[in-house]
């Protein structure tokens, strides 16, 4: 550490000078920043010492697990060959070219392009200026508008916000901006009523053709959405949706994208989520596991379709100044290489991922105001009810989860609430009996938590 400070000198300073993504910055410099000061497989220490499991892999996104001593040389090596230069003007260099050729053998066939960014948020801004410079190359510039859910995530950029479903994002920079759209979330539990799951499924992708024929096929763009909602809280469509919603796509010739931020790169078991639910994207956006976290990387992947567009249509006048950074772009290939011939990514698929979900349904089925338990591979949550019975979830969506997930800070275990939801997707590389002590101090939180529902007379 290039400094050593106690707690409170940095909890001073961060507060003096630090605005937190996010946050609510008066109220966390009231209460002081939790300090983390180093991290090792699936655990992180913070300033005072206390060894914490984290259930969240940072954000979504550090898939091959803290502290790999050979990422960090490949990108000292490559600091020192060449620390950075740029792929406009006819250049490019060999970390940028080894990853390109690398995701292409990863990626489902089909997908030989990518175009480099720096996160998931600049992947989906990409993405959107794609699609309509793919639709004005086809001679139909008014297809402009882009169809999300309600409750997806697409990052915090003006397109990214826009896109997503968030409305508390909405709310601040006078979003969405125009020419988007948004059509109901598909869940099951809070939408489904009296349907079966499989029903359920047609109809929620029937809501994207009703969007569709309200918009004009001749003015829709693309459809985009997660395989699997992350940040809106693990919401998993019915085997159903997916294929559907490609079917509805194809009929009235509309682009389909799928943004892999959180599920690709082995999240799900697949290398990208929608392999796991069998559909076949135009796009699909990515960035968090591309280098698991390691550096800011993002990359968009482009189908036969749009790529022969884009490469006929000349100038595609967008970029980054570190589009395919080649310290980034060697990282990266050095992280998608480990989860290939490591076995990481076919373990999460037939090892560790059927053992989590097993595990995970056995432990959190038994509390009285958890339902909906749910997963795939190593992205998993659960819902806290009112009433499991009758489906009642709490009033004040929202404050029930910071509650629970506040309790379980507090004994060092990291789990995320969105809503009411309780998710976790930890590192890929977590072991069974790291996952024992994961539920295990989970188990023990809830215990608490549903006590304190009933101390403050909210059951």
Known sequence: ?????????????????????????????????????????????????????????????????????????????????????????????????????????????????????????????????????????????????LIGRWNGYHGSTIGGASLGGMSYMHEQGDLPIPGIVHVEQPWWYKHGKDMTPEEFGIQAARWVEDKILEVGPDKVA?????????????????????????????????????DEVICGFGRTGEWFGHERFGFTPDIFTTAKGLSSGYLPIGAVFVGPRVAEGLIAGGDFNHGFTYSGHPVAAAVARANVTALRDEGIVAAVK????????????????QFEHVDDVRGIGLIQAFTLVKNKATRELFPNWGEIGTLCRDIFFKHNLIMRACGDHIVAAPPLVISKDEIEQLLATAAECLREFEQALKDKGLV
């Not at 961060?14 to 993504?21: E, K």
């Not at 939790?34 to 005072?48: K, P």
């Not at 940040?231 to 799928?258: F, N």
């Not at 037939?350 to 089925?365: L, T």
Request: hydrophobic share 35%; glycine share 8%.
């Open 350 to 365: 037939e090892d560790i991922g059927p053992y989590m979900q097993k595990r995970w349904r056995e432990v959190f089925s």
């Open 222 to 258: 693309a459809f985009v959405g997660e395989p699997i909602q992350g940040a809106g809280g693990v919401i998993i469509p019915p085997s159903t949706y997916w294929p559907e919603v490609e079917r509805i796509c194809r009929k009235y010739d509309v682009l389909l994208v799928a």
């Open 1 to 145: 550490m290039m400094t050593q400070r106690s707690t409170e000198q940095w909890r001073a300073l961060d507060a003096a000078h630090h605005l937190h993504p996010f946050s609510d910055t008066k109220s966390l410099n009231e209460q002081g920043a939790r300090v983390i000061t180093h991290a090792d497989g699936v655990y992180l220490w913070d300033s005072e010492g206390n060894k914490i499991i984290d259930g969240m892999a940072g954000l979504w996104c550090v898939n091959i697990g803290y502290g790999r001593k050979d990422l960090a040389e490949v990108a000292k090596n490559q600091m020192e060959e060449l620390a950075y230069y740029n792929t406009f003007f006819k250049t490019t260099h060999p970390a940028v070219v080894e990853l390109s050729t690398l995701l292409a053998e990863v990626a489902p066939d089909g997908f030989e392009h990518v175009f480099y960014t720096n996160s998931g948020s600049e992947s989906v801004d990409t993405m959107i200026r794609m699609v309509r410079c793919y639709w004005d190359i086809k001679g139909q510039p008014q297809k402009k508008t």
